[in-house]
């Protein structure tokens, strides 16, 4: 039985991969802020595997070192861990300031979630990944390449993972790494970067997931992948 750890899994993207995984009989390790949401769920995942014995939900942030220890004490329990999945992220401030007007400690808030968490996740979880061989996805943005008016903040902190994560790939030549792109989607966050605006016309999380699915069998280098390179 292979184990995962998704971060960020009570709604949206995060979710979706879960449920996936769930279905392809994974053993999970769930995580999200909100304990209702999570709650949620963890029994929709349970309820896919047949019993509540292959998921692991623990309702914490990301950014708390003790709760990182948790989720990788917890995938310890189930016996090893295959893929580790850095999905949480936040947004900040919305609408999106620019960069002369951004709050700095709104800013370190962002990039403790988005960039520093990932890290402190990796550290706790490597030893395993090593053992098995594994897989980390660090999921990331089009804003951390490109130059959009507003999004400093947020793009800069998916920038500073991609580099994390070039990095690591260097490093550590026995467990894959992967930048993934999922693209726009439906997602809550999504509509909170577009305050009032329409965002229907942007796919499901579901949609990409079997993107990430064919990267993860297809085990191909360590690198950046865009959904759309990877669609079957």
Same mark, same amino acid.
């Given at each position: 039985?292979?184990?995962?750890?998704?971060?960020?899994?009570?709604?949206?993207?995060?979710?979706?991969?879960?449920?996936?995984?769930?279905?392809?009989?994974?053993?999970?390790?769930?995580?999200?802020?909100?304990?209702?949401?999570?709650?949620?769920? #963890?029994?929709?995942?349970?309820?896919?595997?047949?019993? =509540?014995?292959?998921?692991?939900?623990?309702?914490?942030?990301?950014?708390? $070192?003790?709760?990182?220890?948790?989720?990788?004490? =917890?995938?310890?329990?189930?016996?090893?861990?295959?893929?580790?999945?850095?999905?949480?992220?936040? +947004?900040?401030?919305? $609408?999106?300031?620019? +960069?002369?007007?951004?709050?700095?400690?709104?800013?370190?808030?962002?990039?403790?979630?988005?960039?520093? #968490? $990932?890290?402190?996740?990796?550290?706790?979880?490597?030893?395993?990944?090593?053992?098995?061989?594994?897989?980390?996805?660090?999921?990331?943005?089009?804003?951390?390449?490109?130059? /959009?008016?507003?999004?400093?903040? /947020?793009?800069?902190?998916?920038? =500073? @993972?991609?580099?994390?994560?070039?990095?690591?790939? #260097?490093?550590?030549?026995?467990?894959?790494?992967?930048?993934?792109?999922?693209?726009?989607?439906?997602?809550?966050?999504?509509?909170?970067?577009?305050?009032?605006?329409?965002?229907?016309?942007?796919?499901?999380? =579901?949609?990409?997931? $079997?993107?990430? @699915?064919?990267?993860?069998?297809?085990?191909?280098?360590?690198?950046? /992948?865009?959904?759309?390179?990877?669609?079957?």
């Amino acid at each position: 039985m292979k184990v995962a750890i998704i971060t960020g899994a009570s709604r949206g993207f995060g979710r979706e991969v879960a449920k996936a995984l769930v279905s392809a009989e994974w053993a999970v390790v769930v995580d999200g802020r909100d304990e209702i949401a999570l709650s949620g769920a #963890a029994s929709e995942f349970a309820e896919l595997a047949g019993s =509540a014995e292959r998921v692991r939900a623990i309702a914490g942030d990301v950014a708390d $070192p003790e709760h990182r220890h948790r989720l990788a004490s =917890a995938a310890a329990e189930l016996g090893r861990l295959d893929l580790l999945v850095n999905n949480a992220s936040v +947004l900040g401030p919305s $609408p999106q300031p620019k +960069l002369a007007d951004y709050p700095l400690e709104v800013l370190a808030d962002v990039y403790r979630v988005n960039t520093i #968490a $990932p890290v402190g996740l990796i550290q706790e979880t490597l030893e395993a990944l090593r053992t098995s061989k594994g897989v980390i996805v660090n999921v990331t943005s089009d804003a951390g390449v490109e130059r /959009y008016e507003g999004w400093g903040g /947020y793009g800069s902190s998916k920038a =500073a @993972l991609e580099q994390v994560s070039n990095v690591l790939a #260097a490093e550590e030549r026995e467990v894959a790494v992967y930048w993934f792109d999922p693209g726009d989607m439906r997602t809550q966050m999504h509509q909170e970067a577009f305050p009032g605006e329409d965002i229907s016309d942007r796919p499901e999380p =579901a949609t990409i997931v $079997p993107a990430l @699915l064919r990267l993860l069998e297809r085990r191909p280098a360590s690198g950046r /992948y865009r959904a759309s390179d990877v669609t079957p």
